[in-house]
């Protein structure tokens, strides 16, 4: 029986492989290449892609994912998420599944099994929602790249959105279904992860320190005094690496940054590339049309868009900064960046099954709701 389940899910995913290359034949084969939107098109998209790997790819993304990596490794996950459970203090809970986002760098489908993993173990339905919208909303390469390619005043929205929308949304679910809560409240456990032998202090300043190399490279200030200081961190970087850290804990860092890089990192460059090509293809009337302005109509079709839509992680940002090139409006443009992240059809799928009809159009319902006031409020500011 069990071979007879691996030959079909082996056939499933040689089908889909042969159904994309029969895509991608048809698409250049019939493709008119010699005409000037094609050709525009492309080199839109090129010009994007050269555009990036000059401005934020060295100077913010590697940074960031070394930051990320350095996160994964050190942090303690499965003490945090210990506190997520339907005994744990609300004032507690909320807060750090609000915040947990920045522990992970994953897209809307990537953090299920995750949210999985500790609702079926018996987490409360408030904490574990709110884990699971922020587990893509916020991560730390996303932050930073919003704030480095489209402005700090996004950066901070988004961050800011996201916890309010998170403890929101979590509140109002475990009020609606506190059933659920009251039924598992005996069940969540988790074992502890093996302890780190370094203090939370020292883990700590080798945080700040990569954080202190990422921030300074996005300073406008001379060059020379930039690198000089980004050196100094880093030479403080490398003695705690080679002097204070064990070989296997430096190992697992850069397995895990390398991990998300190439997990993260082709994705990122093919949704560079699809924005440069929407520059050109997608005509400016239509997009001022819909989310040109910052009202209720604009907000909602960012919203319902983004919820149907899928972003890989980071992908997001391109996007949208070439939306609003083509005037998309600011609160529309921050309503996508909340549901676009947190939302996408293969997403929603999968929140039936792990949490029943009921509730996962409640949560889905709360998400695009307060997305579009979130929109509202930033855009009005």
Same mark, same amino acid.
């Given at each position: ?12 995913? #040689? ?35 050269? #555009? ?88 730390? @390469?996303?932050?930073?790249? @919003? ?214 159009? @409640? ?19």
């Amino acid at each position: 029986m069990q071979l007879v389940l691996r030959i079909k899910e082996a056939i499933n995913g #040689e089908t889909k492989k042969f159904f994309w290359m029969i895509i991608a034949f048809l698409a250049f084969y019939f493709m008119p290449v010699e005409s000037d939107v094609v050709l525009k098109s492309l080199s839109s998209g090129l010009a994007l892609l050269h #555009e990036y790997a000059r401005a934020h790819v060295l100077t913010c993304l590697v940074p960031a994912f070394f930051i990320a990596g350095a996160i994964a490794v050190f942090v303690k996950k499965d003490s945090i998420l210990q506190l997520l459970g339907p005994t744990a203090k609300k004032y507690v809970a909320y807060p750090i599944a609000s915040i947990s986002g920045g522990i992970l760098a994953v897209c809307s489908c990537t953090i299920l099994p995750l949210f999985a993993g500790i609702y079926k173990r018996g987490a409360g339905i408030g904490p574990a929602a709110a884990f699971l919208f922020t587990g893509p909303a916020i991560n730390v @390469t996303a932050i930073f790249l @919003t704030g480095s390619a489209i402005g700090w005043d996004f950066a901070f929205g988004r961050l800011i959105a996201s916890v309010v929308i998170a403890i929101s949304v979590g509140l109002l679910l475990g009020i609606i279904f506190r059933e659920h809560d009251q039924r598992n409240s005996n069940g969540f456990v988790l074992g502890m992860e093996e302890k780190k032998p370094y203090g939370n202090w020292t883990i700590g300043f080798f945080l700040l320190l990569q954080l202190g190399i990422l921030v300074v490279l996005g300073l406008q200030i001379p060059p020379i005094v930039k690198w000089g200081i980004a050196g100094v961190f880093l030479f403080i970087l490398l003695y705690l690496v080679f002097f204070k850290y064990q070989k296997e804990d430096n190992r697992e860092w850069v397995a895990e940054t390398w991990d998300l890089t190439k997990k993260i990192l082709p994705y990122l460059f093919v949704g560079i590339f699809a924005a440069g090509i929407i520059d050109v293809v997608v005509p400016d009337e239509w997009i001022k049309a819909a989310v040109g302005k910052n009202n209720i109509p604009g907000n909602a079709v960012a919203s319902i868009s983004g919820a149907l839509m899928y972003f890989a992680t980071l992908t997001e940002v391109p996007i949208v900064q070439t939306l609003m090139k083509m005037g998309m409006a600011r609160g529309p443009a921050m309503t996508l960046f909340l549901t676009g992240n947190s939302l996408s059809i293969p997403s929603m799928i999968v929140l039936f099954r792990l949490m029943g009809r009921k509730q996962a159009l @409640t949560y889905i319902g709360l998400i695009c709701g307060l997305s579009v006031v979130a929109g509202l409020i930033f855009g009005s500011l």
